[in-house]
């Protein structure tokens, strides 16, 4: 699928391997946005930092640069204190003129992903076209149970 890319970010691995089965079932390309030094950052700082809708300093992957060539983005992330974790914010922010349609996949614990859809909204100008909530435990058992929206993409 040429006309959507998979944008994510991981701290700790949970979101990438969401992203890459995104990709994999939709043959689509897949672009990482790094938060250098974020092992460094404290989990109650990581917690500030969404809370207070900081923004981070990020890079990203070449396909990431320029998402004019894309019709849809699929943003891949965990969730931070409800909402969303600053370097997907931080992506967002610096992104917004070129973002379309969008659909959100949050990783988590259990809960925060209306926070999500709410600052994404804010942010971009529209909601997101489908968004959904994977719990970090079954990923990281192996389950990863993609919604039905995202099967029907392809
Ligand atoms: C700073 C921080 C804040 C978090 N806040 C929440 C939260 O509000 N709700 C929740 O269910 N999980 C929360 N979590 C758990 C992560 O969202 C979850 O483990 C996620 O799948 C991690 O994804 P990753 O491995 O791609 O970084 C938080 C984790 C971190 C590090």
């Not at 204190?81 to 659909?103: D, G, H, V, W």
Request: glycine share 6%.
């Amino acid at each position: 699928m040429k006309n959507t890319i998979v944008i994510y970010y991981s701290r700790t691995g949970a979101s990438r391997i969401v992203a890459e089965a995104v990709a994999k079932k939709l043959g689509c390309r897949v672009a990482e946005v790094f938060y250098p030094g974020h092992e460094k950052v404290k989990y109650w700082e990581a917690c500030k930092q969404a809370m207070f809708k900081r923004v981070c300093e990020i890079e990203c992957d070449a396909d990431a640069q320029n998402l004019d060539s894309f019709e849809r983005v699929i943003f891949v992330f965990p969730i931070w204190a409800f909402t969303l974790c600053s370097p997907i914010r931080s992506f967002m922010l610096s992104r917004k003129a070129q973002l379309k349609n969008y659909e959100l996949i949050a990783t988590a614990g259990g809960s925060g992903l209306r926070g999500c859809v709410k600052a994404a909204t804010e942010i971009l100008g529209a909601a997101p076209k489908h968004s959904v909530m994977l719990r970090d435990e079954n990923i990281r058992a192996g389950k990863v149970d993609l919604p039905e929206w995202v099967l029907l993409l392809k």
